[in-house]
């Protein structure tokens, strides 16, 4: 079957399945011959999505709050129940000096505070109307804007309804915003990200395994005798990617059926349209994992190599933050990035229930640039291996 | 039987590392590179002030009111309305699409109810499936529809809402983004740049064999431990110094606390993270696995657990009980408290004494599992 060694170094005629499956048997083993690896294939995609699903989570609840109540009435009462028993916040301290609030917000022990002057009760009945001091710790940018903004809507409310009960004559209220939302009613951050946390397994275990994989047996001196070897370019590669394809899907398999089963995210798309994305995707990523392992020399710069693209990918993908809150420049510049496609890919098939109708142009996307980028790699691999 | 520890052995270790990097340039030079590229795209691409979001509008009313309402939408920077329904049913597929975030449905009647005394409903149908964002847009959404309906029914009456609440933001009074992300970043980027420069390179030496070598020697493990250490503390307080400098000079993030205390608690912050980088490399034996290792203990926890960019008191006790070992978690409180609050020791003392913890930890870490491994 396979040809003698008078062949090798020359030109080997045809394409061997023989020849790959013997190369995927040797890496499967060389990657599982350390026992804690094929734990480190299955446990880390299990923390990692569990972290996500529950740590990634930007509305605010019981937000540490501290209370100076100069008035000490029971509308200023009322307005501090009010705050609380919203959810959005928890009184943690009582002051009666403007100083203990600096200290507070100082040592983070409060994130906000309220701030009820003299005569707030009855201001609210007078016709100038009274404020409250509000005042936010803006070192989280994103929860102190939400925050704040609950607050003043609950002060608001809170006050139309004291001065109305006060007796006053006060305007009722004049537009009621009912808001909708669609896709995701419960607005819950989970069903955004979970499913994006696939894209970003793939990501990182299709560049990792593979980056490392070619520079490992360069390294070590193996490369050069699988160069005198019958191995054809393209056998080397297949049988260098096909062990992390196996392994990638097996992943987003796990993570699929962990986020629909524990995570109750909705699955409102098509699986063999999901598997058939995915599988360009991981060539994708196939394919830049061995194109960094091609040009560097040892593992350490494959490593770094790695998070110089796994990174800025990851952030231009729109895996937190979406594509459209970039700035315009960024959002030319993630045109040319796989992972953006496939997010708007996973998300769309598991939340909206897109189907190839609406889903077409992402996964053109990745159909050109998936086989493109292993294209790439294997031309990449001959420069450096001849 | 070693005898006691020498500072020459020490350094001889060093210098070795030393040769190893500079050969090894692309390396060397990455890991200068990286951190300020990831300073930089983060604190670009990074925003939660989110502007400009698409919306379009389904006005049955078409009267003066409703009018005024849209204008409100349109004369905030917060939205753009790209385009009036005619059919309510038309609503859907610009959502499905993506093409806007927000329809705004005016229902007819509007402007009698509101001059009625109202309450006048509208309605806002939102696109969910980006939860923050969909979040932030219904929070303008309402403050500019709150805004309109008083000074529609105030104003025609001239009284005074009861109550106005003023705020004030401090530590970051525009509620930049940049402020918040860039001194986090930094904490990240130190312990992901410190991970990963020391998660090689003693699995490095076990894999070509040079570790038989090296344990043949008289070098004691502490110095072997402290020596491979030293090279890349240097280059991970450059790297502090140069990402603190595109956050002050680019971000223009306001640096207001003592830069003495910053270096300070940098310096015992990167020992630990360098030291938990040796140790997953002696643990490990092999780089791949310790590649493995070093991004689930390493990058996680400190871009997740850290509050970086999500609080820790929105997750769930779990998870809340678990970051409490998250070292990233403190220095980043700490980083935040010099740049944006400027304040010192006084009120950090618990935090640098915390990260003077970390890092005998992160060394006597590495030294076990080095000692263990080399026998």
């Known amino acids: 079957m396979t040809p003698g060694a008078a062949d090798a170094g020359r030109p080997r005629p045809g394409f061997s399945p023989t020849r790959v499956r013997e190369m995927v048997r040797k890496e499967l083993r060389q990657l599982f011959r350390d026992p804690r690896m094929k734990r480190m294939l299955i446990g880390p995609p299990l923390i990692q999505l ?68 003299h005569g707030f009760a009855a201001g609210l009945t007078s016709a100038r109307g009274t404020s409250v001091q509000v005042l936010v ?79 490992r047996e360069r390294e070590i001196g193996t ?12 056998e080397l590669i297949l049988g260098k990617t096909l062990p992390v394809v196996f392994i990638t899907m097996a992943d987003l398999a796990l993570v699929s059926a962990v986020a629909i089963l524990w995570f109750d995210v909705p699955m409102r798309g098509s699986f063999l349209l999901l598997f058939t994305g995915s599988l360009f995707f991981v060539f994708a990523a196939l394919g830049l994992g061995l194109i960094i392992s091609a040009v ?91 | 039987m070693r005898n006691a520890l020498s500072l020459g052995r020490l350094l001889a270790v060093s210098r070795k590392e030393v040769l190893h990097l500079r050969r090894d340039r692309r390396s060397l030079g990455l890991a200068f590179v990286l951190p300020a590229i990831m300073v ?25 009111a409703s009018r005024a309402l849209v204008d409100a939408f349109t004369s905030s920077s917060y939205f753009v309305v790209t385009g009036h329904l005619d059919r309510y049913g038309d609503a859907e597929p610009l959502l499905d699409r993506g093409a806007v975030r927000l329809v705004l449905v005016i229902p007819p ?57 003023e705020t004030r933001v401090w530590y970051n009074e525009e509620l930049k983004s940049s402020n918040m992300i860039v001194p986090g970043l930094i904490a990240v980027v130190m312990m992901i740049i410190a991970a990963m420069l020391t998660s090689l390179t003693i699995a490095k030496e076990w894999e070509r064999g ?68 040796l140790a997953i490399s002696a643990a490990t034996k092999s780089q791949m696995l310790a590649i493995q290792v070093a991004m689930v203990a390493t990058y996680l926890p400190s871009f997740l657990l850290s509050g970086f960019m999500f609080d820790v008191a929105n997750m769930p006790t779990a998870l809340q009980a678990i970051a409490l070992f998250v070292p990233a978690r403190y220095f980043i409180t700490a980083v935040r408290g010099i740049f944006l609050k400027g304040v010192g020791p006084e009120v950090l003392w618990p935090y640098g004494l915390g990260m003077i913890l970390f890092g005998i930890a992160g060394l006597t870490l590495a030294t076990r599992a080095f000692k263990k491994e080399i026998g």
Not at chain 1, 50 to 68: E, M, P, S
Not at chain 1, 339 to 365: C, D, H, M, N, T
Not at chain 2, 126 to 147: E, H, K, P, Q
């Open chain 2, 210 to 277: 040079t570790m038989e070598q090296l344990a043949s020697t008289p070098v004691h493990p502490v110095e072997v431990v402290f020596g491979k250490l030293l090279p890349y503390l240097g280059i991970g307080m450059i790297d502090v110094l140069v990402t603190g400098f595109i956050g002050d000079v680019i971000f223009a993030v306001p640096f207001r606390g003592s830069f003495l205390f910053f270096v300070g608690a940098s310096f015992f912050f990167l020992v630990g993270a360098l030291g938990i980088g």
């Open chain 1, 137 to 215: 710790d803006g070192t989280s940018a994103n929860s102190a804007n939400i925050a704040q903004g609950y607050a003043n809507l609950i002060v608001q409310r809170l006050g139309l309804d004291l001065a109305r009960r006060a007796g006053a004559a006060v305007p009722p209220a004049g537009v009621d915003l009912r808001a909708r939302a669609w896709f995701n009613p419960d607005l819950k951050s989970r069903a955004y990200n979970v499913p994006a946390v696939a894209g970003m397994i793939i990501m990182m275990m299709g560049l990792s395994l593979t980056s490392m994989s070619v520079v």
């Open chain 1, 296 to 386: 560097s020399n040892t593992q350490q710069e494959a490593f770094m190599s790695m998070f110089f693209f796994f990174f800025p990918i990851l952030i231009l993908g729109g895996f937190m933050f979406p594509v459209a809150n970039m700035p315009e420049f960024f959002q030319w510049l993630s045109l040319l990035n796989p992972l953006r496609y496939y997010l708007e890919f996973v998300r769309g098939i598991f939340l909206k229930g897109a189907g190839l109708a609406a889903l077409w142009p992402q996964l053109l996307a990745l159909v050109v640039m998936g086989p493109g980028l292993l294209a790439l790699a294997v031309t990449r691999f001959h420069k450096t291996s001849a």
């Open chain 1, 223 to 234: 490369l050069e005798q699988l160069m005198v070897s019958p191995l054809r370019p393209a």
């Open chain 1, 50 to 117: 569990i972290v996500f699903g529950y740590a990634v989570n930007t509305d605010i609840r019981d937000t540490r709050t501290a209370v100076l109540d100069r008035d000490r009435t029971v509308a200023s009462r009322q307005l501090v129940d009010a705050l609380t028993s919203s959810g959005y916040f928890k009184v943690v301290s009582y002051f009666e000096r403007p100083d203990e609030i600096v200290n507070a917000l100082d040592h983070g022990r409060a994130a906000i505070s309220i701030e009820i002057p």
């Open chain 2, 109 to 165: 009647r509007f402007q009698a109810r509101l001059s009625g005394g109202g309450p006048a409903p509208v309605q806002a149908l939102v696109d969910g499936s980006d939860a923050n964002t969909a979040t932030i847009a219904l929070a303008y959404a309402r403050g500019i529809v709150t805004a309109y309906a008083s000074r529609a029914v105030l104003g025609a009456r001239r009284v005074a809402p009861p109550v106005r609440a």
């Open chain 2, 40 to 64: 930089l795209a983060f604190g670009w691409v990074i925003s939660f002030d989110i502007r400009h979001i698409k919306m379009a509008v389904y006005d049955e009313d078409r009267s003066q």
